[in-house]
């Protein structure tokens, strides 16, 4: 099945602890993203990636890091800095259409949610 | 900046009433996207309808229909004759067209909590 998956879906870090959520698409898209969803909130973007090897920070980067070494995988790392960072994490991919009036639409994976023990 | 504003942040009816969302939003941009996503208890986003800025024609699809007006910068969303299962947040979104490549970020509205009782 084509789709995006993320792992694991719960996550407990301790203080001082680095934590890396796992993201991979199977879809072919060339563009990958994540973002953090905090309770009763909307999302709001980390880091985006458009290529291999390529990324960019999104409005709240700062404690987080990123790779993009496959097409197909986009881990975010949750470092110590981050000092907030219960919450809901999700990665989105997409693909743009082509030609003139080309598009595209983020399809997201089920999430994880990262607790501070 | 973007930024896409969703003011009602619940919304109760029983089922089979219909259900409206509004969602605006501001932009700089003559070419853009909207979106539509919804975010059952389960967590997932799943993405519903697109927009794009130069089509301003609304549409229906199943229960689903849009009403896109550039002129008030409004991207109102109505599900008809709700039932239980549509019970979720349901996101507006808007993407600037950045670059003509994929990549181009989504700015999400708050969110409007929706509860179809039966």
């Known amino acids: 099945d084509g789709g995006i998956t993320q792992s694991p879906k719960y996550l407990f870090r301790k203080e001082g602890q680095n934590v890396t959520l796992s993201c991979e698409q199977n879809?072919?898209?060339?563009?990958m993203y994540w973002y953090r969803q905090d309770p009763g909130q909307g999302l709001r973007l980390i880091y985006y990636s458009q290529i291999v090897n390529d990324f960019q920070k999104g409005d709240i980067a700062e404690g987080y890091s990123v790779s993009r070494e496959k097409k197909e995988s986009f881990p975010l790392t949750v470092t110590s800095a981050q000092k907030n960072p219960t919450a809901f994490y999700l990665c989105?991919?997409?693909?743009?259409?082509?030609?003139?009036?080309?598009?595209?639409?983020?399809?997201f994976g089920p999430g994880t949610r990262l607790l501070v023990l | 900046a973007q930024k896409v504003t969703q003011a009602q942040t619940e919304i109760s009816v029983v089922e089979k009433e219909d259900v409206t969302l509004d969602c605006v939003y501001e932009t700089r941009d003559t070419t853009y996207y909207l979106f539509w996503y919804k975010q059952p208890p389960s967590g997932e986003l799943v993405f519903l309808i697109r927009r794009n800025s130069f089509d301003e024609q609304n549409e229906i699809s199943g229960r689903y229909s849009w009403n896109f007006q550039k002129s008030t910068s409004s991207f109102n969303f109505t599900i008809t004759a709700s039932q239980v299962v549509d019970s979720a947040v349901y996101f507006c979104a808007l993407s600037e067209r950045e670059i003509k490549a994929a990549g181009n970020k989504l700015t999400f509205g708050g969110g409007t909590r929706v509860l179809v009782k039966p």
């Open positions: 879809l072919n898209h060339d563009a």
């Open positions: 989105a991919s997409s693909i743009w259409s082509g030609g003139a009036f080309g598009t595209e639409t983020q399809y």
